[in-house]
């Protein structure tokens, strides 16, 4: 059996190295599953994140790396279970000279342009806290925002805690700072799944059924701790699981 499954470029959760081969902690996760379930060969697509679901809809691959769960979104494309739960937070230049910590902190200062990728969650959650059209700038992918913030056309780019933090260590990063959200007195916190044409019922029961097994285990920590994934983001994403499934 031969799976497609498609990613973008957003360490740490996928990229293409310099052997030009797809890796990252969406990508492990994936091919765990895939070979567990006896899939034989798997072919990595890169693409845009505006293609992710027309992509699935579309039959041009089987399945994309996780990407965070809406109702808008459920209705275009079939999700796995909970792979991850993670908070939002920004990427800015060190000492965050605008003191920009939330959404809020942005829409307060008509002076803070904020990158966000187009389609993404993070530009609702901004235009929900207050932060204003002109304040937001929109970017195909996380390569060009993050050029943009290095050269100063935006303040902050916003996307996930943990992959901001993961970016802010790099070497190639220096100048850069993370900082995360407080998501807020209800706890909640986005979760992401794997998404499938709702017509491939096969492969979403084979990859839910291999997924419950594996999440949470000895070897599924490991391997997302070496991308920086924490017990906070696998544990949130279980308890979801549980209430749902």
Known sequence: MKITIAYIEEPPFGWTGRDQAAMGADIEL????LRAIGVSTIHHHLTSFDELLPGIQE????MNVPLFVTPERAQRVAFSVPVWSIGDGFLLHCGNPKVLTSYE?????????LGIIAGQVQFESAKSAGVLDRQIVLFKDQPDAISALRAGMIDAYASTAVGNRVLAESADNAALEAVAHNNGGDGRVPIGAFSFN??????IKAVNKRLIEYLGSADHRARMERYGLTHTEIDGAIISQSAKY
Not at 30 to 33: I, Q, Y
Not at 59 to 62: K, M, T
Not at 105 to 113: E, G, Y
Request: without cysteine.
């Open 30 to 33: 994936a091919d765990v599953v």
């Open 59 to 62: 039959g041009r691959w089987d």
């Open 105 to 113: 902190a942005v829409a307060a200062r008509s002076d803070a342009r």
């Open 198 to 203: 709702k017509s491939n019922h096969d492969l």
